[in-house]
T-cell receptor, first 111, second 114 residues
Framework: GQSLEQPSEVTAVEGAIVQINCTYQTSGFYGLSWYQQHDGGAPTFLSYNALDGLEETGRFSSFLSRSDSYGYLLLQELQMKDSASYFCAVRDPDSNYQLIWGAGTKLIIKP | EAQVTQNPRYLITVTGKKLTVTCSQNMNHEYMSWYRQDPGLGLRQIYYSMNVEVTDKGDVPEGYKVSRKEKRNFPLILESPSPNQTSLYFC?????????????FGPGTRLTVL
């Protein structure tokens, strides 16, 4: 079957760095996306990796290793506003281009 | 402002009473999708549409209907709601199916079926 696995919860301290991992098992693969969702809010797109390597966007970076079916989201200089759930998602051409979603990682930031 | 809108935002209804949740986008997107979100289960796709008059089932389509008569609108219909359809619903859109990695979400509709 198709699945994405990510930790259910991660705790970090304000100002620190945190990494949220995602491993995927899908029949096809176009790329790995990351979304952020604050409590009570809608998911918002953060980043997308189609090729191996690191993509940086400000304090957030995303990494992909296609050979390992693995990616991560790296958040630096954590701020309290980064407290949210983070979802990884894979677009699968073998499933008519649908996005397959992980269950989400709740990031708890302590002062 | 580019956006996806949903209405209503909150709805409490009773079993069996037909309801429609509207979704509209102003970005001229071809691809639109409906998701439901339940605690611990992430986002599960209900239906999606790749263009006008083209719709297809997602992972959890049972009990739902959709239509896509115009490019901007993609309503979700529950003909006979049941308590197990109590959930948070999101509509989303992207430019087309090749850009479905980058979806824009509506604010969500919290539905309670008693």
């Amino acid at each position: 079957g198709q699945s994405l696995e990510q930790p259910s919860e991660v705790t970090a301290v304000e100002g620190a760095i945190v990494q949220i991992n995602c491993t995927y098992q899908t029949s096809g693969f176009y790329g790995l996306s990351w979304y952020q969702q604050h409590d009570g809010g809608a998911p918002t797109f953060l980043s997308y990796n189609a090729l191996d390597g690191l993509e940086e966007t400000g304090r957030f970076s995303s990494f992909l290793s296609r050979s390992d079916s693995y990616g991560y989201l790296l958040l630096q200089e954590l701020q309290m506003k980064d407290s949210a759930s983070y979802f990884c998602a894979v677009r699968d051409p073998d499933s008519n281009y649908q996005l397959i979603w992980g269950a989400g990682t709740k990031l708890i930031i302590k002062p | 402002e580019a956006q996806v809108t949903q209405n209503p935002r909150y709805l409490i209804t009773v079993t069996g009473k037909k309801l429609t949740v509207t979704c509209s986008q102003n970005m001229n997107h071809e691809y639109m999708s409906w998701y439901r979100q339940d605690p611990g289960l992430g986002l599960r796709q209900i239906y999606y549409s790749m263009n006008v008059e083209v719709t297809d089932k997602g992972d959890v389509p049972e009990g739902y209907k959709v239509s896509r008569k115009e490019k901007r609108n993609f309503p979700l219909i529950l003909e006979s709601p049941s308590p197990n359809q109590t959930s948070l619903y999101f509509c989303a859109s992207s430019l087309d199916r090749s850009t479905a990695d980058t979806q824009y979400f509506g604010p969500g509709t919290r539905l309670t079926v008693l």
